[in-house]
Nanobody
Framework: QVQLVESGGGSVQAGGSLRLSCSGS????????MAWFRQAPGQGREGVAT???????TYADSVKGRFTISKDNGNNTLYLQMNSLKPEDTAMYYC?????????????????????WGNGTAVTISL
């Protein structure tokens, strides 16, 4: 059973920063396609960023240049550094993993989903 646990969400003002963390098993973090998704109230779930076992990353256009996905295999942790936050970034953020490494990109994973999900951490950005 793959377990993913997110943390680090909260409320900040626009322009601020947050760093989300996701803890998982060493096997998952180091060898799977890992991703962050988000779901705003009343909207569908969208891919934010992905990273593969070679540390190649992709981002949604809406967060490029502001968000950075990274992972620490030694600590079994996935991160999402979020800077220059905007009110439209308000959402529940989910960590996700998939053992299939092909097409570990935001576009493909948004369309086809991921195998395992965390329960999410809430992010609220105010003006």
């Amino acid at each position: 059973q793959v377990q993913l646990v997110e943390s680090g969400g909260g409320s900040v003002q626009a322009g601020g920063s947050l760093r989300l963390s996701c803890s998982g098993s060493v096997y998952t973090i180091s060898t799977a396609c890992m991703a962050w998704f988000r779901q705003a109230p009343g909207q569908g779930r969208e891919g934010v960023a992905t990273i593969d076992m070679d540390d190649k990353s992709t981002y949604a256009d809406s967060v490029k240049g502001r968000f950075t996905i990274s992972k620490d295999n030694g600590n079994n942790t996935l991160y999402l550094q979020m800077n220059s936050l905007k009110p439209e970034d308000t959402a529940m953020y989910y960590c996700a993993a998939d053992p299939g490494l092909e097409f570990c990109t935001v576009a493909v994973r948004t369309a086809y989903g991921m195998a395992y999900w965390g329960n999410g951490t809430a992010v609220t950005i105010s003006l």
